[in-house]
């Protein structure tokens, strides 16, 4: 009886062809993984400022459109800090009240009947966040069209604190008429 040699297994040149075609496929992968979970977080990112920007401009229409009686061109009543833009009111009582960009990069309510502005983006207590926003000032612009309009004109930018996200900014434009 003639036994043939019979081999069991792979041979050196398959294993190390297997082996390098996998550390081709590999890189190919893993930077396809990483570049579609970068892309999502920056999506979220995205989500989130543009879920602040849609309650910022929500809160300031509600109030002027609610609240406002008249313009107050000179913000006569509120001390302010130094402004980039500003827009200030009268309600029925008299009272101003108005928006104000700051030169720190913050979205901030004033108003003559509270002692503190209520920052709506950019609080100081935010620097502390997993997720800080802020006001770019280089585009903020609040604007008086007529007697009973004003335009309101900001961008939000949020700047992650890791650098493989690149930052994540929405502009936000709208006209309110004054109701009464």
Same mark, same amino acid.
Do not use: W
């Given at each position: ?40 977080? +920056?999506? =979220? ?10 309650? %910022?401009? #929500? $809160? /300031? ?65 935010? +620097?502390? =966040? ?10 903020? %612009?609040? #604007? $008086? /069209? ?35």
């Amino acid at each position: 009886m003639n036994r043939k040699n019979q081999t069991i297994g792979f041979t050196l040149i398959e294993m190390m062809v297997v082996i390098f075609i996998i550390g081709l496929i590999l890189p190919a992968f893993f930077s396809i993984v990483f570049t579609l979970a970068r892309q999502q977080a +920056e999506i =979220l990112i995205l989500q989130k400022v543009k879920e602040e920007g849609d309650f %910022v401009q #929500t $809160k /300031i229409i509600s109030l002027v459109r609610n609240k406002a009686v008249k313009i107050n061109e000179s913000c006569s009543g509120l001390n302010l800090p130094t402004a980039v833009s500003k827009m200030c009111f009268f309600d029925n009582n008299e009272v101003v009240f108005g928006y104000v960009v700051d030169a720190n990069n913050r979205l901030a309510s004033y108003s003559a009947s509270m002692s503190e502005p209520v920052y709506l983006v950019g609080d100081e207590a935010e +620097e502390n =966040l997993d997720f800080p926003l802020f006001i770019k000032t280089d585009s903020s %612009v609040f #604007t $008086k /069209i007529d007697t009973k309009t004003v335009r309101f004109q900001y961008a939000i930018r949020h700047l992650p604190k890791v650098s493989y996200l690149s930052p994540q900014e929405l502009q936000y434009q709208f006209f309110i008429q004054l109701r009464r």
